[in-house]
């Protein structure tokens, strides 16, 4: 697995995590849900799975920099 697919499958599973605290706070904001402290504590777990995927992220990038002269023969792999 490269950075740019770890990075893609991370930024995916971040919106996955936005969209089910959403559908979550909606339902708690209808009374739908009646679990008090849920948003709270599910904002609370998202905060730390974010920090601690950006945390991540930066080390790989840092100590694994992508090869920029591989990526700029990938890009012209379109148009070929």
Do not use: C, Q
Request: no cysteine; aromatic share 12%; glycine share 4%.
């Amino acid at each position: 697995m490269n950075l740019n697919s770890l990075k893609k499958f991370t930024a995916w599973a971040l919106i996955g995590l936005v969209a089910l605290i959403a559908v979550i706070s909606i339902l708690s904001i209808w009374n739908l849900i009646e679990i008090d402290g849920l948003v709270r504590r599910t904002i609370g777990s998202f905060v730390i799975i974010f920090l601690s995927s950006a945390v991540i992220l930066f080390i790989i990038s840092v100590f694994y920099p992508e090869n920029k002269n591989n990526r700029h023969n990938n890009n012209n792999d379109f148009t070929k």
